[in-house]
């Protein structure tokens, strides 16, 4: 089942939406066909949450365009029920950039609200109490003064909401940045516990809204912590150096042998000097069931190997691994393959580096 929906693409961003937002649209004809009972109120009552929306999609884009200007990557924009998430590569490191790309945001927000109050004011639109408390006022008004509870929602210095990126940033200029992270984030969980509690008392959207606070600080921090754990690893302290190449003339036979016999998964096919493929499990297990396992590597259609430097430092590994869909690397030293690297060689000296790190702070 696919949850996310791509349904446009804008400044080389995929947008996308969450099956449950159209829940969420839905729902919100039926109360205005409750509230109404005419067509014309139901498609008013769907457009105005659609609208609100697209000022959450832009939002997302004031992040997203902010970031660009210091060369990070957005990789999608998705909706979902309790609002917008732009998929970044990363977070600028330069705290004065975070809060720049951080404030976009609510920046946005308080622009539409502008220029939706310019034009209420141009064209006279009078809201009397009575408006207010009967239906929040036209829904203009409403749009506007729900972009200025947006801007406001967000800057709460709950991390990783935008204004707990300004708090982190604020506080990575007088502290290490990874310790300002966990300052941050328990800050973050203090507000989301709030959140909760007003959430069961008043607002389910709250409740929602304070579980995903919890675990965005919690998953946010621990990946920070690692990265930090690491250090300057490089590739050459988490590859695999006890490995086997294939040559194109070997049969699948060996591939079988040398799988069974080691904790190689995926083989590089080639020569020390010149690789011409990777021979994947999956890709082994496939050729077994179709073609036997006296066939030639040579005659599979393999798929082609990246390889990195040995002193790539691990953060870089990672993202060059996430980018190739989570295959193995070869690395090389000079010309000659020295070693093979996956995620999962990356796991186990994080997992390493961590026993020690407790160690020397016991
Ligand atoms: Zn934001």
């Not at 839905?26 to 066909?33: E, I, K, L, N, T």
């Not at 105005?48 to 997203?64: D, K, N, P, R, S």
């Not at 970044?88 to 220029?115: R, S, W």
């Not at 007088?174 to 984030?185: F, G, Q, S, V, Y």
Request: proline share 3%.
């Amino acid at each position: 089942m696919k949850w996310n929906w791509k349904i446009a693409r804008i400044a080389e961003i995929d947008v996308y939406i969450h099956l449950t937002f159209l829940l969420l649209v839905a729902w919100f004809g039926f109360h205005s066909w409750q509230q109404y009972g005419t067509l014309a109120g139901t498609l008013q009552g769907m457009a105005f949450i659609v609208a609100l929306f697209t000022c959450v999609v832009l939002h997302e884009f004031g992040h997203a365009l902010t970031a660009r200007r210091y060369n990070i990557v957005t990789r999608s924009i998705t909706l979902l029920p309790i609002g917008g998430v732009a998929t970044m590569e990363k977070m600028p490191e330069d705290p004065l950039q975070e809060v720049k790309v951080a404030l976009a945001g609510p920046a946005v927000n308080i622009v539409i609200a502008f220029i939706l109050w310019l034009w209420l004011s141009a064209n006279n639109v009078v809201v009397t109490e009575a408006d207010l408390l009967n239906n929040g006022g036209p829904p203009l008004y409403r749009l506007m003064l729900i972009n200025v509870v947006l801007a406001v929602f967000n800057l709460i210095p709950a991390f990783p909401m935008d204004g707990g990126r300004v708090l982190r940033a604020v506080l990575a200029m007088r502290m290490k940045h990874h310790e300002a992270t966990d300052k941050a984030a328990s800050i973050g969980q203090m507000f989301a516990l709030w959140f909760g509690l007003l959430g069961l008392f008043y607002n389910p959207i709250l409740l929602l809204i304070a579980v995903f606070l919890w675990f965005g600080a919690a998953a946010e921090n621990q990946s920070e912590q690692i990265k930090v754990s690491l250090g300057k690893a490089t590739a050459a302290d988490a590859m695999l150096t006890e490995f086997h190449i294939l040559a194109p003339e070997d049969s699948l036979t060996k591939a079988i042998q040398l799988t069974l016999a080691g904790s190689q998964k995926d083989f590089p096919v080639g020569t020390h000097q010149h690789l011409t493929g990777l021979l994947t499990q999956n890709d082994l297990l496939v050729a077994l069931q179709e073609k036997g396992q006296h066939t030639a590597v040579s005659a599979l259609h393999l798929q082609a190997i990246q390889t990195v430097d040995y002193n790539l430092p691990i953060e870089q590994l990672l993202t060059r691994i996430e980018a190739n869909g989570n295959t193995t690397l070869a690395v090389r030293k000079g010309s000659n393959i020295v070693g093979i690297i996956n995620l999962d060689n990356i796991l186990e000296l994080i997992k390493i580096q961590n026993a020690l790190h407790k160690r020397r702070s016991m």
